[in-house]
């Protein structure tokens, strides 16, 4: 079992997105996957189920309690998220060890291949617990001037986990997102994110279906082929990252 974490502190870079079509892919791949909703504004969790009440064990619990009870969606089990946990962020603030909860509380969960975790848009308590908990993560990067600097901002996050708490999370790979292939300056940025020491997995097209298969639970018939074969190339990417190859 490995954890990975989808992470950015930039909003709307489709952090969700990549997480959804993911899991369905993995999923359809015979994996067993547990989805952790770590945001607040719950948009995994909305796309998943479209409803959930707000009494029901989530992620909340997880880090609060220090465990809960997964919900089953067919193939794909979740934890699920609702605004509660913005609540957890201030009761973090007063707890022992807070940033290594998500880290204990995930640990029990060893029957799956693989937990797969959205986070909010910031740097917050949520996202380090996130990092901490995870072995590797995954960063989606919007192909746009501005992404490179806020890039800069999580390789630093991670350097500074590693000194003090000597745990490794790994960069898996960088997934450029809302390409447009006749816009240059997203060619441009694309180069400029070639010329980091991570893997770049191919960019991930600009594409109205993505918006589609949001709104129907990451409905896989909603992209097309060319989507569809670019998120399979990050599905197998993760299973060799599982196998260790
Ligand atoms: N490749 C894409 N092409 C077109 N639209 C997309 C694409 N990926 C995501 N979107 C849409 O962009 C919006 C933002 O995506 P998403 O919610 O996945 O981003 P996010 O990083 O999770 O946002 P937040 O930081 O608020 O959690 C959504 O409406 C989603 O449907
Ligand atoms: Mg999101």
Redesign the pocket.
Known sequence: MKTLS?V?H???????????VLLHLLAERGLKVLAVDL?P?A??TLCLTQNISEDIPQSYHLLIKGSSQPISLGNIDLIPSSLLLSQAEFELVSMHARELRLKRALSTFNSYDLILV????NLGILTINALIASDGVLI?VETQFFSLSGLKHIFMVLQELEEYTGIKTQVVALAP???EKHVALHNKVLEELQKLPYKVLPP????????Y???NRGDLKQLDQE?LKILSTYAEEVIKWLRGT
Do not use: E, H, W
């Open positions: 989808v950015n930039k909003g709307g870079v489709g952090k969700t997105t990549l997480t959804v945001d504004q948009n995994l959205d986070t909010p848009p989606p997102t809302f390409y991930i097209p600009k594409r109205v279906g993505f918006q298969a949001s709104i989507a």
